[in-house]
């Protein structure tokens, strides 16, 4: 991993020209969010001032310099109500760039719960893919405990394999395993991107099983007493968590062009726990080792 440059020579705590310059920098080198929001309060910034100084200056460096994004229509159905295989779902939002939908009975509250059930004994902390090597680590960024279940893994899965793929509208051999996500209070993931970057050496491991992500489905499985909404920080949009419900984004079209309006992260749980499932779909056949 990179290690961030020297910060600058500013008043701490003042996000002055020099700090914002020293972000993009250092996100453009290769170094990781967590170390520049450490380096930050470091010296002085509030925590969650630091996040968002420092997620605002992803987007730039992440879209490949030169490149730029051509809105296209969304895969996913544009009625009110969409018939995803065995199941009716309500669309209760929805933009159109970034295409970013909100959606009611995804999932019936006896499946979140099952689902609950099923992962609550195997749960091991959540990864995150690293920009430089392509493996799997564990970071500060992502407080979470996690587990996913193969395509078709049982009964109950393929069932939601296929509700999910009909949805998505989008193959469902392309989608990865259905991930299941545990945060316990003071839990969250900071603002990142599900696509995997191209300029980053990493990415190239990652897309070589299915391509590039295109699509991501968050489906929440609980309740969350307070906080653990999904926010999404360049459309000052906070999507809150209700049982069964689900936010579906779109971030790659068919030109393979990425949408960084899409940096979204999970806010702090402030009150009790947040369990949620997420789908991920790729350009192709997922087919990991």
Not at 46 to 66: F, I, K, M, N, S
């Amino acid at each position: 991993m990179f290690e961030a440059m020297a910060v600058p020579s500013t008043p701490r705590t003042a996000l002055t020209p020099q700090w914002r310059a020293w972000i993009a920098e250092n996100l453009a080198r290769g170094c990781s969010t967590e170390s520049l929001i450490t380096d930050m309060v470091r010296e002085g910034f509030d925590l969650q001032e630091a996040r968002h100084a420092v997620g605002q200056g992803v987007p730039t460096a992440a879209a490949p310099e030169g490149t730029s994004f051509r809105p296209e229509p969304s895969r996913m159905a544009r009625t009110h109500r969409i018939v995803a295989a065995d199941r009716t779902v309500t669309v209760s939002m929805r933009l159109e760039r970034p295409v970013v939908v909100v959606l009611d009975d995804v999932l019936a509250a006896h499946e979140c719960d099952e689902l609950i059930a099923r992962c609550a004994s195997r749960l091991q902390r959540s990864t995150t893919v690293d920009p430089q090597r392509g493996t799997h680590e564990v970071i500060a960024d992502r407080s979470s405990d996690g587990t996913y279940f193969p395509l078709n893994a049982d009964p109950l899965i393929a069932r939601l394999d296929q509700r999910i793929a009909a949805l998505m509208n989008w193959p469902l051999e392309n989608g990865e395993g259905l991930q299941i996500l545990h945060y316990r209070q003071g839990g969250q993931y900071t603002p990142h991107f599900d696509y995997f970057p191209p300029q980053d050496p990493g990415s190239a491991q990652a897309m070589a099983v299915g391509g590039q992500r295109v699509a991501s489905l968050v489906m929440y499985l609980n309740d969350v007493e307070a906080g653990g909404g999904t926010v999404f920080p360049e459309l000052n949009l906070t999507v809150m968590p209700r049982k069964g419900a689900a936010v579906y984004f779109e971030y790659c079209n068919s030109l393979g062009q990425l949408d960084p309006l899409t940096l979204h992260g999970g806010l702090p749980v402030l009150g009790g726990e947040k369990w949620i499932a997420t789908k991920w779909m790729r350009q192709r056949r997922y087919a990991p080792a």
